[in-house]
């Protein structure tokens, strides 16, 4: 087993980093190759190494055609790299789930005591044992997607890339050397990374975002976390779970753009557990103090400016899409002029043989299975005479704050916008999960809603639940939405006792009705 790691730890020091980003010069040139040649390099070169973009590439090999990776990952500001994967893998929906669960790990702990386990010793957290567990984890992802690009032929370049022409890339390597390729089809993925404010001195110098709090070589300590964003919460919940003081300073409201009734559960429930809130405030400044630690001052929504000191700043305000260097415009992609996203229609750009997949797609779901599943369906239409175009309405998602929230299909705001009260019924119920009973947990946030058409048979349109393994229970639900799902093919389904997912079918009581929608008893 030793050999073996060592041989691992030997091949991951040889690969070179990666970055869903790929910046580079401006190249000077007279003489730009073009496809007059019959004879392209590639069939396919996919710009970025993330889970689209691999998804795509070896969907393309298995289909006979000869296909190219470029992938190159630029250190953050405070110099974090990491390897093949994309952001999901490194950065995002991995180590996030994971840190997650090890948060959770310590709640049921506290769970056991009632159950009859005597833990006789006080219970504390070791970071560093978690980082190393899961960076781990991480580089053997990297490994094994090297692994399969090789075993199905896809030759892969950890070199940056911009277009030199519509059908000739240039790929720079991290020794500064230059090699071009022409390809017949590009597909660009090259995701998104956090932005930093411009506005406030220091955020940049001195504070971390979602790319660096996985790979701290130190617990983050008393915590700041800036922004109301799923990334933001889930990283707030998971620091205050492992026992760090943790505030979130949001600006106006969380979860933007998610139910705002159940963003509202989901904050509650952090700030229940201990998460501080600092509402309708802006960061003005930071700077470091003489003990290397982060002194920030913010104004209120009434103007004052306010001052605390804290260990680790993390700002969790956005993510740009990593287009703008790729010299998209002179080739005539598209892209939009804020967001920086491909303007697309099915993947295709406004280039006929250029496409874009996942983060970088402008109003498309920035979701990991959304990119792997519009990859291999491009692939498929591109070499295999597939009609069959991606689906991007009612994809299910789940935000992993400590109480989970899975939704799919449309938040309560948007179907009101779009089909009026008078024409919805919304089905509600709080309920208790069986294991907060003995634990005496509070169970106040545990809700679950079906907005439904009002018109029988009362087709659900969406379905929002926030409750322990929220992702798990939606999974399922979504794929019923997909078929059409109503009110009465709930009511028929038998469900599975005693589990959360049985609160779904048992649904009965309308907001209109104005019943307790309080669940009692089986």
């Known amino acids: 087993m030793s050999l073996l790691i060592q041989t ?8 070179l980093p990666y970055r869903c980003a790929f910046h580079s010069n401006i190249y000077k040139f007279s003489n730009a190759t073009t496809l007059a040649s019959s004879n392209p390099d590639y069939d396919l070169i996919v710009i970025g190494g993330g889970s689209g973009g691999l998804a795509c590439a070896k969907e393309a090999a298995l289909l006979g055609k000869k296909v190219g990776v470029l992938d190159y990952v630029e250190s953050s500001p405070q110099g974090t790299k990491w390897g093949l994967g994309g952001t999901c893998v490194n950065v995002g929906c991995i180590p996030k789930k994971l840190y997650h669960e090890g948060s959770l790990l310590g709640e049921r702990i506290e769970d056991a005591r009632h159950y009859g386990w005597e833990l006789r010793d006080s219970v504390t957290h070791n970071w560093d044992t978690l980082k190393t567990a899961v960076m781990n984890y991480i580089k053997s992802l990297n490994w094994g997607h090297r692994v399969q690009l090789k075993q199905k032929n896809v030759d892969y370049y950890n070199a940056k890339g911009s277009f030199l022409d519509s059908h000739t890339i240039s790929a720079v390597f991290e020794d500064g050397k230059e090699q071009k390729f022409t390809a017949k089809n590009f597909v ?197 005479n597939s009609k069959k175009e991606m689906d991007y309405e009612n994809v299910a998602t789940t935000v992993f704050t400590p109480l989970e929230y899975a939704c799919v299909g449309l938040s309560e705001e948007k179907a009101l916008k779009k089909y009026g009260m008078e024409n919805l019924e919304v089905y509600h119920a709080f309920y208790k999960p069986l294991q907060y009973t003995l634990a005496e947990r509070d169970a106040s946030q545990c809700y679950l809603k079906a907005v439904c ?55 009965n009581i309308s907001k209109r009705s104005g019943k307790d929608p309080t669940v009692t008893g089986c």
């Not at 029988?456 to 929002?464: F, N």
Request: neutral net charge; glycine residues 8%; contains cysteine.
């Open 188 to 384: 660009i993925a090259v995701g998104a990374r956090p932005k930093y404010p411009d506005d406030v001195p220091g955020a940049k110098e001195y504070c971390i975002s979602s790319d660096d709090i996985f790979y701290l070589d130190k617990p983050p300590g008393k915590t700041l976390v800036v922004g109301g964003s799923y990334v933001a919460l889930e990283c707030a919940g998971f620091l205050t779970e492992l026992g760090f003081d943790t505030t979130v300073m949001v600006r106006s409201i969380c979860l933007r753009g998610f139910d705002q009734q159940m963003a509202q559960l989901v904050t509650d429930n952090m700030a229940v557990k201990g998460t501080k809130f600092l509402w309708k405030c802006l960061p003005v400044h930071v700077e470091e103090t003489d003990r290397s630690r982060l002194r920030v001052k913010w104004k209120t929504q009434e103007g004052n400016i306010c001052h605390d000191v804290f260990d680790t700043v993390l700002f969790a305000v956005g993510r740009q899409a990593q287009t703008c260097q790729l010299n998209l415009s002179k080739v005539g992609v598209k892209t939009h002029p804020d967001s920086c996203k491909v303007l697309a229609t099915n993947e295709q750009s406004s280039v006929s043989h250029i496409y874009a997949i996942g983060d970088v797609l402008q109003g498309k779901p920035e979701l990991t299975p959304v990119a792997i599943k519009a990859g291999k369906l491009l692939a498929r239409r591109l070499f295999e």
């Open 453 to 507: 058409l009002r018109e029988h048979p009362q087709k659900v349109i969406g379905l929002h639940l926030t409750g322990p393994h929220a992702g798990e229970v939606m999974q399922g639900f979504s794929a019923a939405l997909k078929c059409g799902l109503n009110i009465e093919l709930l009511e028929q389904t038998v469900g599975i006792h005693p589990t959360v997912a049985e609160e779904v079918v048992k649904l």
């Open 8 to 15: 691992v730890n030997y091949s991951f020091r040889r690969i």
